[in-house]
T-cell receptor, first 115, second 110 residues
Framework: DAEITQSPRHKITETGRQVTLACHQT?????MFWYRQDLGHGLRLIHY???????NKGEVSDGYSVSRSNTEDLPLTLESAASSQTSVYFC??????????????FGPGTRLTVL | DAKTTQPNSMESNEEEPVHLPCNHS???????IHWYRQLPSQGPEYVIH???SNVNNRMASLAIAEDRKSSTLILHRATLRDAAVYYC???????????FGKGTLLTVNP
């Protein structure tokens, strides 16, 4: 069955370190998204991609970068981790159907703690 | 971007219908109305979406007001597994981006 996976599921790192969170989907979806979820804020969009070599900034992109070298993967990199980036990170994907976003499929999330 | 307003929390009893309201008075003509839910310790999952007409699927029904300034997600018979945070989201047509608010926490009593 097609799925979307995230790794690692839990990560503890130190301030200033570079961290990369992996997201892999086997739906063959064009669209991929990264969100973060903090208490009291719901989910906020970090970066998104509409296809290979395409990346766009979301609402809270400062301190994060993504690259899309193939359809299946959209890794999220924290260049220099900060305590404010402690959060739960969700990856999602969806198919481009022209008129609307029919359904975004979400991964299980990565809980990141920056000490 | 157009905003949505939902109650912070609602409570229901098992096997009873649940009507979750959402106001979106600044909705534009090309905005789609989406509903997602998030069970504890999981990622959000799609529930239903629509543009102008009411929609039904195996999970729920979506009733959209004629002026589109409000909508209601209807769970026909709530179960304990329906306890979750429900998000009402507007998506600009062909934008594919979802902007999540704080949602409604639904508690289902046995």
């Amino acid at each position: 069955d097609a799925e979307i996976t995230q790794s690692p599921r839990h990560k503890i790192t130190e301030t200033g370190r570079q961290v990369t969170l992996a997201c892999h989907q086997t739906w063959n979806h064009n669209n991929m998204f990264w969100y973060r979820q903090d208490l009291g804020h719901g989910l906020r969009l970090i970066h998104y991609s509409y296809g290979v070599q395409d990346t766009n900034k979301g609402e809270v992109s400062d301190g994060y970068s993504v690259s899309r070298s193939n359809t299946e993967d959209l890794p999220l990199t924290l260049e220099s981790a900060a305590s404010s980036q402690t959060s739960v990170y969700f990856c999602a994907s969806s198919e481009s159907l022209g008129l609307s976003n029919n359904e975004q499929f979400f991964g299980p999330g990565t809980r990141l703690t920056v000490l | 971007d157009a905003k949505t307003t939902q109650p912070n929390s609602m409570e229901s009893n098992e096997e009873e219908p649940v009507h979750l309201p959402c106001n979106h008075s600044t909705i534009s003509g090309t905005d789609y109305i989406h509903w997602y839910r998030q069970l504890p310790s999981q990622g959000p999952e799609y529930v239903i979406h629509g543009l102008t007409s009411n929609v039904n699927n195996r999970m729920a029904s979506l009733a959209i007001a004629e002026d589109r300034k409000s909508s209601t997600l209807i769970l026909h018979r709530a179960t304990l597994r329906d306890a979750a945070v429900y998000y009402c989201i507007l998506e600009k047509g062909s934008n594919y981006k979802l902007t999540f608010g704080k949602g409604t926490l639904l508690t289902v009593n046995p």
